[in-house]
């Protein structure tokens, strides 16, 4: 426990998120894997599925090596507790500690902040809001930022 409120307040980060090139090739990557089912489960071109196949990696491995220089899609600010405040949306969440981390993103589960505040069993039954970001589409900094929330809000339980 901390002595002193000041640091929890002032601790106040923006993050921008940008739009991910993972989640296209992970689309992608789905698209050719079922195209190169049908292909082998149709005909007997193994040669040309495995022409497909290693062209393909190799274009998505070259996408890959690129630098992320999209445009900021979304910005939103995180506070040391785990509150969230987007841009674009006039109300505040809390992340919930059933928040996940993982080596391709971070899944963010969060309800509204009036919802934690008002426990009553009559309140709004909402849904938790769920956003999954991607880990290239948040600087590296900012993703170790999201990461120690979320960890610290596992710890706190």
């Not at 589409?137 to 710890?155: H, M, N």
Request: glycine content about 4%.
């Amino acid at each position: 426990m901390q002595w002193c409120n000041i640091y929890l307040s002032a601790s106040k980060y923006n993050i921008n998120v940008k739009h991910s090139r993972y989640k296209l090739v992970l689309y992608s990557f789905s698209v050719i894997i079922f195209c190169l089912i049908l292909l082998i489960s149709f005909t007997f071109y193994y040669v040309i599925a495995q022409i497909i196949a290693v062209a393909a990696i190799i274009f998505l491995s070259l996408f890959l090596s690129k630098s992320n220089n999209n445009a900021i899609a979304h910005s939103f600010v995180l506070t040391y507790t785990g509150g969230l405040c987007f841009d674009k949306d006039q109300l505040s969440y809390q992340l919930l500690t059933t928040s996940r981390l993982g080596f391709i993103g971070c899944w963010l589960i969060m309800v509204p902040s009036e919802l934690t505040l008002n426990q009553c069993g009559n309140t709004n039954n909402t849904s938790p809001k769920q956003l999954f970001i991607f880990r290239d589409s948040i600087s590296d900094q900012d993703f170790s930022r999201l990461a120690r929330v979320i960890k610290q809000l596992g710890e706190v339980t």
